[in-house]
């Protein structure tokens, strides 16, 4: 799946150096480009996703060590076979249920750390859906999965064990002056609901 820009230098830290890691729902890769790219010399990464074309996108870069076509619901990993399991802006897109086995999974497979985001919305999901297909009739079909579900909050990711940050300013649109989200951003760290996305960590005990 895509995610915003300003949430790379933040995810990219909380992963750290030298992990083998599993990006879940990896769309065409861009986890993998940039954890390659950025220093953080992976022992290795996997990607996981359940739509083909992305992940013949992502296999044409030859970023990732594997890539499996999978339901990041149900993975067919044994347990704690990585590190860390990153899933950002995955659950969005499942109803809550579905996103608690995603999480679940996660932590079976992992055994330092899982690390997920998540738009930081007011919308209801019905105005999501209209969004969508507003978007689906100028731009033509695409991924059938990206169609939002589910809303979380720093609360209810607090309550399942995770660190929240809150990333960007919520609010801020495409008009505002980038300036004015990086000004801001250092008070969504400390208070995550008011950030523009929620960027969550849980470190697993061993």
Wanted: proline share 5%; charged share 25%.
């Amino acid at each position: 799946m895509s995610s915003s820009h300003f949430l790379d230098p933040y995810v990219l830290y909380l992963v750290g150096k030298n992990k083998s890691i599993l990006d879940l729902g990896c769309g065409i890769g861009k986890w993998g480009f940039l954890l390659k790219e950025g220093y953080q010399e992976p022992k290795m990464i996997v990607g996981a996703d359940l739509w083909l074309p992305y992940l013949r996108r992502a296999k044409s870069h030859n970023i990732y060590d594997d890539l499996v076509l999978s339901d990041v619901r149900k993975l067919p990993f044994r347990n704690k076979c990585f590190q860390v399991a990153l899933g950002c802006e995955v659950i969005e897109h499942m109803v809550v249920r579905e996103g608690f086995n995603m999480i679940n999974e996660a932590e079976r497979v992992a055994t330092e750390k899982v690390i997920v985001s998540t738009p930081n919305v007011k919308d209801t999901i019905e105005l999501q859906a209209k969004a969508l297909e507003s978007w689906e009739k100028t731009h033509g079909p695409d991924d059938p999965f990206q169609l939002h579900k589910s809303i979380w909050k720093a609360s209810g990711l607090k309550k399942l064990g995770f660190k929240v940050y809150g990333i960007g300013f919520r609010g801020m649109s495409r008009f505002h002056p980038v300036w004015l989200m990086i000004g801001l951003s250092p008070a969504a760290l400390l208070m995550p609901q008011l950030g523009a996305f929620l960027l969550a960590e849980k470190k697993l005990k061993v």
